[in-house]
């Protein structure tokens, strides 16, 4: 199952914890100190992110898709970023062709330095995490999964055309598609977790640059939930550990510490998986952990009917875009 949390002994994770703990500590000094960058708008985002919910379910191959899709196009060039449109037809876990596209948004990008940001815009086909079963076969509006990524990254799009102090790296914003037609629950197919990041996949094997390489990445995944606190994911400890130390000394340099907390949460299976392992290029997961949920790890709204815009919190969307800002304007 896509985004699948191995739980530790608790021996054993406080163990980790404590060591892990020390590790952050003791890195990404290069990025702590003092707060730079423009002010992230969490308003603005929120605007974006409730944009995107009002076209409806982005489920693959429907109108509110197309539609949206279109609008994050339209979006991205409105702020004179170069856009590409990366069309493919990908097979669902059942065999439905999906028409995918990945879309590609790049600030500077006559710039050979450059900084890889991602998120996934597609929802669920299937609310089969919900607590009423009678809502398994039902489309998720994605406010938080889906629609929070990538309201981040157009605010921070925005910002980044209208600031005159210009970074010196470019920056890639690409909004995976086909990420969340993975097996449901109710199915009897069986899940090796190749079903879900299908966009990720095919972009991370073919990028939309022949060699394209980025410094590193930066994935954002339900990032603007009530309640959200973004635990050290294990896959990106494992592959990034330093690019984890560096957005977590981010946020607690603009006053977000409280938001990104210096323990191990779980591993995860998500579009990060294929950019690290086929791209080659150390990206990272920013996306919440929530112990005490008894629904879920990823929180109470996670693939059920109630991912809807009356949990989204602004305050989240502003924790997360700040620390991203900081990290953009740290690179030198």
């Known amino acids: 199952m896509r985004k699948t949390i191995l739980l530790f002994s608790l021996l054993l994770l406080f163990a980790a914890c404590n060591s892990n703990k020390k590790a952050a500590q003791d890195g990404g ?4 100190g003092q707060a730079v960058g423009p002010a992230f708008n969490a308003d603005s985002a929120y605007l974006f992110c409730k944009t995107q919910c009002d076209f409806g379910p982005r489920v693959m191959n429907s109108d509110a898709h197309k539609q949206c899709g279109e609008w994050i196009v339209g979006k991205f060039k409105q702020y ?3 856009v590409i449109e990366q069309r493919v037809t990908l097979n669902g876990y059942d065999g439905t062709p999906l028409k995918s596209m990945n879309i590609i948004a790049s600030y500077r990008p006559e710039l050979s330095e450059r900084i890889l940001l991602c998120a996934h815009w597609d929802t669920r086909p299937w609310a089969d995490n919900d607590p009423d079963s009678a809502n398994w076969r039902k489309p998720v ?6 629609a929070s990524g990538i309201a981040v990254m157009l605010e921070l799009a925005r910002l980044l055309a209208a600031d005159t102090a210009k970074l010196n790296v470019g920056v890639d914003f690409v909004c995976f598609d ?12 069986t899940d090796n977790g190749d079903s879900w990041a299908l966009g990720a996949q095919h972009w991370s094997s073919n990028p939309h640059k022949q060699g394209y390489k980025a410094r590193f990445g930066i994935l954002l995944d339900m990032v603007g939930g009530q309640g959200a606190q ?9 592959y990034a550990p330093d690019i984890v ?14 938001y990104f ?6 591993y995860v299976t998500d579009d990060h998986i294929p950019v690290n392992e086929k791209a080659k290029i150390p990206t990272i997961d920013i996306i919440p952990y929530y112990p005490d949920c008894q629904t879920s790890s990823f929180g109470p709204t996670w693939h059920t009917v109630n991912d809807t815009m009356e949990n989204i919190d602004k305050a989240t969307l502003g924790a997360v875009g700040q ?3 900081q990290v953009l304007y740290s690179e030198k």
Do not use: C, H
């Open 80 to 82: 004179g970023l170069e």
């Open 141 to 146: 509006v994605g406010a938080n999964d889906g």
């Open 261 to 266: 907390i210096d323990q191990d949460g779980g």
């Open 230 to 238: 973004f635990w050290r994911e294990g896959m990106s400890m494992q």
């Open 323 to 325: 620390t991203v800002v």
């Open 29 to 32: 000094d290069d990025i702590a």
């Open 178 to 189: 086909a990420e969340d037609w993975g097996v449901p629950r109710w199915s009897d197919a």
């Open 245 to 258: 130390k560096r957005v977590w000394a981010a946020a607690k340099t603009v006053g977000f510490g409280g």
